[in-house]
């Protein structure tokens, strides 16, 4: 059984950066696609972005294209995503999860395993 973690959130001014982490523990996940998603108040969990276990397959929702980055250690067994220029409407809690099958897919039912998420709020 593995255990993800997430790390690094946080209350950030509009315009700024955030860097999240999401560790594993129980078994490697260098083999499995890793994503991010996210959940605001009275919303539907949402796509972020996702990486195959290689990165040569990587998707991002078009809501954070060319301001967030994700990115992954498999020899540290941890995903991460940048976050910069940030805005209100990317306030929610970020969720990381791991999907078995290893395609990089954007529904959350995909995914096998979550974290236990991170709040990221961003001011005005």
């Known amino acids: 059984q593995v255990q993800l973690v997430e790390s690094g959130g946080g209350l950030v001014q509009a315009g700024g950066s955030l860097r999240l982490s999401c560790a594993a523990s129980?078994?490697?996940?260098?083999?499995?696609?890793l994503g991010w998603f996210r959940q605001a108040p009275g919303k539907e969990r949402e796509f972020v972005a996702a990486m195959n276990w290689s990165g040569s397959r990587i998707l991002y929702a078009d809501s954070v294209k060319g301001r967030f980055t994700i990115s992954r250690d498999n020899a540290k067994n941890t995903v991460y995503l940048q976050m910069n220029s940030l805005k209100p409407e990317d306030t929610a809690i970020y969720y990381c999860?791991?999907?078995?099958?290893?395609?990089?897919?954007?529904?959350?039912?995909?995914?096998?395993?979550w974290g236990q998420g991170t709040q990221v709020t961003v001011s005005s």
């Open positions: 129980g078994r490697t996940v260098s083999r499995y696609t």
């Open positions: 999860g791991e999907d078995l099958t290893n395609v990089v897919l954007t529904t959350a039912s995909a995914y096998d395993y």
